[in-house]
């Protein structure tokens, strides 16, 4: 799924390496193909539709005996189609209804301008990685838009107009292959990290072919590593000439999920149908696969092995003098990092091991020679384990030290750990308080480092740190609306089982309570992923500068508050996630902060999920919802792009009991010509082979036949927007 936070802000441009309402009754669809927007990011897309709620204010299908719809219970199902001819016309039939709607409004080309303005901008920070030879970016802008991996040096960077040196144009390289590439990052043999391979997607799908690089000549490898064939999967470099390969190999080399669960070991000159397989996992695995264990410095000190059982299950092996041994550690815990000779655990549940407990979302450590010797065997201590409303969410190591990201009651801490005389040491970083703070980049091969800091009015400020001193400010993104007298509160709301739920609240100071103000709800609620404050950017400059209040959820099955937060409402327990918006919903309406004529909801990949299950199960309390990239159909998500991944998160249509359940918030089957849904905008993705355009599609069509009016419209993303891909939308 799709993740919903991003660290460089949402109009940043990164380095990628190993984020009163009053409207007639309509709804729109439109779905990104090569023809139209095709100069607009996707968040462009979702400001265009904030502009548009500005502006606008068949019986229900037969489940089929096993409990899966088929062509004879759903009469939408050739939608699924993604690139049919039929269903390509529909769609391209549906873009130019709503491109006639959204360009027919008044403010269409001023909210269009602003928007572009703060894309196009070319004074946002670039953020970089940093690398033996220097510091690598990513850029996209309006002469750019597939973009350049491009380079400069430290001293050059800090200024204010740094200067770099490309070191590939992807719209070059795209034009001189009449492919429509989009760039996916790279990985690179350390510690040197000159010889790469070059992740390349053909319109913008997971799926993507690799070619070796090389960063010193700025060319591709003449008869180097090639994999043509459009896979998901990656490699890891053993050597200069060999890979360790996980991709699609042909028959029995992928999951029922569509993932890789083969290794093999790939030397040059050889034929990739030659390499030696060295791992195999099951078809039934969500993914499965071997990886190296190697150190800062590059020397790899031995190959360890996974097999994802579902989502949020997987057990690790470790390679043993030719055998796969199995770590004794929980499903719910895996390996994460290796400094200075201690090999780092995180667990998401409580670990019993040696006659001590450790608490979930804990931080533990084993020497690295012990367990080389004995992997199960090597005792085991302590790092970290998390206060009351903390929370681990990521972590980055230096040559000598590893960074940790926190979240304490969703406000952003650092914390640098220390392995000296057999003892773990934290140190709290100095950063602003009440932030979003993200560690978003890091050298292998000395202590520097970089964060990033926001939150929803203040831009992204990137911060450095050599590791001997305090961090100081080296970038500043400039303010794209006029925060003047904007405030953001924090409130709870109460589930309906009882539970406290915090939102957060940007409103003007002094707005009125009084349940006239126009208000845009949003969250995710799913995969353990929070949502986090981060600088709103284009809503700013096109909601909250127009008089608009913004609503933040966090609800349970997100990560705001740990791996408990999560569990507690996954399957089973999923609906706990709906109510938890939908009591959000309700506390604003109570507090006088909107009402449900001026509401409207926002959300996308599990967060489209979460929206289209508010309206349909509480129609009356929203006006308005903008869905982007959704889950709609939850008793045939498993059979639709790679949904068969997320079984360990909602559970499996295919066993009845589950399939009850998930039948209560699936949005499509819900829908009902009998009752009045708000006004809806729909984003989805044509090359989408993850969460598939399918959802959308069906569910507009179903909506058109119940009385909506549907419209579609549509670009090629996967130029406008990176990795995104191609954008759709079904609107008001």
Not at 197 to 205: N, V
Not at 490 to 508: H, M, N, R
Request: hydrophobic letters at 35%.
């Amino acid at each position: 799924m799709a993740s919903s936070t991003d660290a460089q802000s949402e109009y940043g441009s990164g380095s990628t390496d190993n984020r009163k309402l009053e409207f007639p009754m309509m709804s729109l669809h439109s779905e990104v193909i090569p023809s139209f927007f095709g100069d607009m990011p996707l968040k462009l897309v979702s400001a265009l539709a904030i502009a548009a709620a500005m502006t606008f204010a068949t019986n229900t299908p037969a489940i089929a005996q096993d409990g899966i719809p088929g062509p004879e219970e759903d009469s939408y199902i050739w939608l699924e189609e993604a690139r049919s001819e039929r269903a390509l016309d529909w769609v391209r039939a549906e873009n130019e209804r709503t491109t006639e709607l959204l360009a027919g409004d008044p403010r269409f080309d001023a909210v269009k301008a602003e928007a572009l303005a703060i894309y196009d901008s070319e004074d946002r920070i670039p953020y970089v990685t940093i690398r033996p030879d220097g510091l690598y970016n990513f850029w996209q802008d309006k002469q750019n838009p597939r973009g350049l991996v491009r380079r400069t040096t430290f001293e050059s960077y800090r200024t204010d107009s740094p200067t770099w040196e490309t070191v590939l144009d992807i719209d070059a390289l795209a034009e001189a292959e009449g492919r429509e590439w989009v760039y996916k990052g790279y990985t690179c043999l350390p510690p040197e990290e000159r010889m790469c391979m070059i992740a390349l997607s053909d319109g913008g799908e997971d799926a993507t072919v690799l070619h070796e690089f090389d960063m010193a000549t700025k060319s591709f490898v003449e008869n180097g590593f090639i994999l043509d064939r459009k896979s998901q999967g990656g490699i890891q470099w053993l050597d200069r000439d060999t890979l360790l390969v996980s991709r699609d190999f042909g028959e029995g080399t992928l999951t029922e999920s569509q993932y890789p669960r083969t290794t093999r070991v790939w030397k040059r000159g050889m034929s990739i149908d030659e390499a030696e397989e060295i791992w195999r996992g099951e078809e039934a695995d969500v993914w499965s696969g071997a990886t190296l264990l190697r150190d800062h410095t590059g020397k790899v000190h031995g190959t360890y092995a996974f097999r994802a059982t579902s989502f949020h299950e997987t057990e690790y092996y470790w390679q043993k003098d030719g055998e796969w041994v199995r770590l004794d550690i929980p499903l719910k815990a895996s390996p994460y990092g290796l400094i200075d000779g201690q090999l780092l655990f995180s667990t998401d549940v409580e670990w019993e091991t040696q006659g001590q407990t450790f608490p979930a979302d804990a931080l533990i450590s084993v020497d690295l020679e012990q367990f080389k010797a004995d992997p199960n065997g090597a005792k085991k201590t302590l790092v970290w384990a998390p206060q009351d409303k903390q929370t681990k969410q990521g972590a980055a190591s230096t040559a000598e030290s590893l960074y940790v990201s926190l979240l304490d009651n969703v406000r952003g801490r650092v914390l640098k750990f220390d392995h000296i005389d057999g003892k773990w040491v934290s140190t709290a970083i100095e950063l602003p308080d009440n932030s979003t703070l993200d560690v978003v980049a890091a050298s292998d091969g000395s202590d520097e480092i970089m964060y990033s800091v926001t939150d929803f009015l203040t831009p992204s400020t990137l911060y450095y740190s050599d590791g001997s001193r305090a961090p100081e400010i080296i970038k500043t993104s400039p303010s794209y609306f006029d925060a003047t007298g904007m405030e953001v509160e924090q409130y709870e709301a109460t589930s309906a089982d009882g539970t406290k739920i915090p939102y957060f609240l940007v409103k003007p100071k002094g707005m009125l309570m009084d349940g006239t103000n126009p208000a845009l709800l949003t969250g995710y609620g799913g995969f353990q992923v929070p949502r986090l404050p981060s600088y709103l950017g284009s809503i700013g400059k096109i909601w909250l500068e127009r008089g608009g209040a913004y609503i933040l959820g966090n609800m349970r099955g997100g990560g705001e508050f740990g791996p408990g937060w999560h569990q507690s409402a996954i399957r089973e327990n999923k609906q706990r996630t709906w109510n938890d918006f939908i009591a959000i919903a309700e506390d604003a309406i109570a507090r006088g902060i909107t009402s449900a004529e001026h509401l409207g909801i926002q959300g996308g990949s599990q967060g489209g999920l979460l929206v289209g299950t508010a309206f349909t199960q509480r129609p009356e309390l929203f006006n308005a919802a903008i869905v982007q990239i959704p889950l709609f159909d939850m008793l045939r998500y498993h059979e639709i792009g790679r949904g068969a991944s997320w079984i360990g998160e909602y559970g499996d249509p295919r066993i009845p009991e589950e399939a009850a359940w998930i039948a209560e918030y699936s949005a499509y089957q819900r829908l009902s010509p009998e009752l009045d849904y708000p006004r809806v905008y729909i984003t989805t993705n044509t090359r989408d082979d993850r969460v598939h355009p399918a959802h959308a599609r069906k569910f507009a069509a179903r909506l058109e036949a119940q009385g909506f009016r549907t419209l579609i419209s549509g670009t090629d993303a996967a130029i406008a927007m990176g990795t995104a891909g191609p954008v759709a939308a079904i609107g008001w």
